[in-house]
């Protein structure tokens, strides 16, 4: 029977633990404290929530539905219609929640595919170097030389294969994917920089003098030393994302119908521009809107991550 010496924890080790989940936690303690400081990032999401919970709740509050489109066409804003009614005599303010919705299902669908394949690739391109590190890096800068290109041709195509195959069925989530396929390019070489700086430190040395395999060192202990990083670059990409959908629908190569975004309503009313505005302006202003606040919220968390960060922006 071992002695309970033995069994006991060693009291430094129980020690170093409780340290270390103590001094995390001050951390984050710390940058929630510099976040809800930043006023402007703390505007930004108030901003935000607000919108989403238009998009994905307000039809069910809001008193006309999307597919009501008995009233006269091209009504001016009033007390019943803060938006009007478009061409087809339908409530914009129900238009505006619904392309609202799919702008950010689109967004957030883009954001979190480009940040995983762009933290992944970025990672192994930084840690493993070699011929790992040029393929990615030359695929990267490929890409980067014909992107607009690849966007257009990919979407036309996907565009057309859905109305023939699909009937007229859903294509948004087909261009989220391949947005967020294409996405991930700014941040895999951001994390492909700091990896490699992170390689070459002591705890790096130390955890692959002691074993440790690629993918722990990598996954483990190099980046979760990047996660300010990767934060703040999917919290841009949502604006970007909208930015993007919103310029490919605008000239017919992003969402069709029967699926709808903010940007596909901008393409749909840009010829009623000079005489019936709102139905232009109303849907660029929500694109506008949510831009800005996801980029107050990205600016915030990044002045929040800075350890070098002294003053909190008023």
Known sequence: MGSPLAQAPAPEKAEASQFDTTTARKQWQVILRRFTRHRAALFGLI???????????????????????????????????????????????????????????????????????GVILGA?????????????????????????????????????????????NSNWLIVALYLGLIGWLSIARVIRGMVLSLREKEFVEAARALGAGTFRIVFRHILPNTIDVIIVNATLAIAQAVLLEAALSFIGLGVQSPDTSLGLM???????????????FTPFVFIVLISLAVNFIGDGLRDAFDPRQKRVKA
């Open 124 to 168: 192994l391109a930084g840690y493993m170097r070699g011929w790992v590190d040029t393929v990615i890096s030359r695929f990267i800068d490929l890409l980067l030389v014909i992107p607009s290109l690849v966007i257009a041709a990919v979407l036309v195509r996907n565009s057309f294969v859905v109305s023939v195959a699909g009937g007229g």
């Open 266 to 280: 901008i393409s749909q009313n840009k010829n009623e521009l000079t005489l019936h505005p709102w139905l232009f």
């Open 47 to 117: 901003l935000f929530v607000v919108l989403v919970l238009m998009a994905f709740f307000g039809g069910l509050l809001w008193k006309y539905p999307y597919t009501d489109l008995g009233f006269s066409r091209y009504l001016p804003p009033s007390a019943d219609h803060p938006f009007g009614t478009d061409r087809l005599g339908g409530d914009m303010v129900a238009q505006i929640i619904r392309g609202t919705q799919f702008s950010l299902q689109i967004a957030i669908v883009v954001a979190f595919l480009s940040t995983f394949i």
